[in-house]
């Protein structure tokens, strides 16, 4: 298996870029194309032990900063490793593309070369979360959508139950919507009739979920809007990282805490686990023709890994194959039956 | 300075409330009504030393439940310790309103009693969270309205802005929008739309905030519509709950921690302080006339107190005062001179 990696994208590119790409060939089995600058992406090789073959550079002159605006930089740049990394996918000569880079300019570029699968109206930007029963639930959209309609939400839930199912194994995947009530009536207009499409969905919806019970593991499938998908996993970014680093101030200041602390290490890793992007890797891009994963733009070599692991995962399911099939128009079967006697 | 209580409000009612109500008394130097259920009421004060005059109880015969329908509840119990509660505001007997009830219907009771003070579109529930730095900020609305126009979000910032100078003492208070990019084209419709507003208005507007820096000491006044403002705090509420449990945890399972654990804690006195409603009492609803604090339903006595503290220091501050002139229409001065030469 043959996946592309946009090696100029993130924040630690291609430092880590090129190392986790190296790891993942050791250790997944697949070959990776590193898209970016040759001589850059040369020099970096040059530091570790000769790859072998599985390990190739596909050249592309431009990088997309993180700070770009998507639709113009992916217009402009026609020869940067993100829009050259999905051409792989075009062509066939890779299956699966991963970036660290700026992710509106992916979602653009994702759109641009290689649409949405027929009948999804949105792609959405999919994230799992771990939570306190070990299970992670995949919450979704993140971010692709900041305004949203009740039928982007259902059609959300259908492909991260999908996502579940094909890669994650959960049969039956429970759909939660994210709401500020348990009842059906509770919530922003959008929340209650996506409620209402839900229920009448096949879905194996199981109501609205709070936030104060997101990580309690009641669901497989967390649907929202991409904008409090987005403002949901920042927060919970910041609140871990303040958390992290109390807690690491008050080591810091303490010998005898100092000693405990490999006790409470194993403790904590759950919740270290919790926002950290180098255990989950990245976010699929779900919708689109072709298995996309987002990857954090402060990812290092091991949440490049993870995320390249991701991609392969996705492939291995067949999620891409498993949306289209889910979205494909039902064959009425039987026309004439529903017509009166 | 004679403060009014919804005895029966919130799930520790009124066993907590009473007790709160009798601390608030002895440490605030103000007058507490227990609205309520009389003989309930007597039976908890009979467990504590006399209060003295200070305390008083005004009957109500009828409960208001955490799960009932918000406006059905108010409409259908007219002698609730809710709706008698406002009445007491309306006739001048008190000059504020805690409750740990209903949240939803305390505001309903609260619009219907009082009304909104002229010029407001929609009251907002607000918030104040710590900080990294030690300075709170205000986050509003909370929870009062789940869909929201551009121009309710201008005025949840006016509102913030006087409570956070009338209430905290912060000067020129810094105004942010909570969004999913910094630029003014980043976020939702609404998000976009009240950006431009906010940047027209003589608010001191600093722009967007990220989740992630949230808790980063940056702003004075958070704005952002009611449902995600309510999946903010439940969230940051869960995630703060799982961390303390995680932690828990680890210092039962091991006897050294156990004894590490006192140098621990002053630490995560800020962390626990995050969500803690102990520490900052209850949520003011500004914008309608009166001053009226929703606690959270959680509330122990400590909790009580410090909302009848709140309650008492916005009425101190004068904030419905400071609202209801912010709101005033501006006089037309000199008008001839708008007109053409």
Redesign the interface.
Same mark, same amino acid.
């Given at each position: 298996m043959r996946i592309a990696l946009d090696a100029m994208g993130g924040d630690n590119a291609p430092h880590e870029t090129v190392k986790g790409a190296l790891w993942a060939v050791q250790e997944l089995g697949i070959e990776v194309i590193l898209v970016g600058r040759a001589e850059e992406l040369e020099a970096e090789l040059s530091k570790h032990p000769k790859p072998g073959p599985k390990l190739l550079v596909e050249p592309a002159s431009e990088v997309i900063a993180m700070e770009e605006h998507p639709a113009m930089a992916v217009r402009n740049k026609m020869d940067s490793s993100l829009v050259r990394g999905f051409d792989l996918i075009k062509r066939g000569a890779a299956v699966a593309f991963v970036s660290a880079g700026n992710s509106g300019a992916t979602v653009v570029a994702a759109l641009l070369a290689l649409g949405r699968i027929r009948g999804v109206e949105r792609p959405a930007i999919a994230t799992l979360f771990p939570t306190?029963s070990g299970a992670p639930f995949l919450c979704l959209d993140v971010?692709a959508n900041?305004?949203c309609r009740p039928n982007f939400l259902l059609q959300f839930a259908k492909m991260g139950s999908l996502y579940m199912e094909k890669v994650i194994g959960v049969g039956n995947p429970r759909v939660v919507l994210?709401s500020?009530g348990e009842e059906e009536n509770k919530?922003?207009?959008l929340?209650v009739d996506a409620h209402a499409l839900l229920k009448k969905s096949d879905l194996n919806f199981v109501g609205n979920l709070?936030?104060?019970? +997101?990580?309690?593991g009641l669901a497989d499938v967390v649907v929202t809007?991409?904008?409090?998908g987005?403002?949901?996993?920042?927060?919970?970014?910041?609140?871990?990282? +303040?958390?992290l680093?109390?807690?690491k101030?008050?080591f810091q200041?303490?010998l005898?805490?100092q000693?405990?602390a490999p +006790?409470?290490k194993?403790?904590?890793a759950? +919740?270290s686990q919790?926002l950290d992007y180098a255990e989950y890797g990245g976010a699929p891009l779900l919708g689109v023709e072709g298995t996309v994963i987002i990857a954090h733009g402060r990812s290092d070599a091991q949440a490049i890994k993870n995320a390249l692991r991701q991609a392969k995962l996705a492939v291995d399911g067949g999620v891409v194959e498993a949306i289209r099939e889910g979205f494909r128009p039902k064959k009425a079967v039987g026309l004439s039956t529903s017509e009166p006697g």
């Open positions: 306190s971010g900041a305004d994210l500020i919530g922003n207009q929340i709070e936030g104060q019970h +997101l990580l309690d809007d991409g904008f409090t987005n403002v949901l996993l920042k927060v919970s970014e910041g609140l871990c990282g +303040l958390f680093a109390l807690l101030g008050a200041r303490s005898p805490l000693a405990a +006790l409470l194993p403790a904590l759950g +919740l919790l």
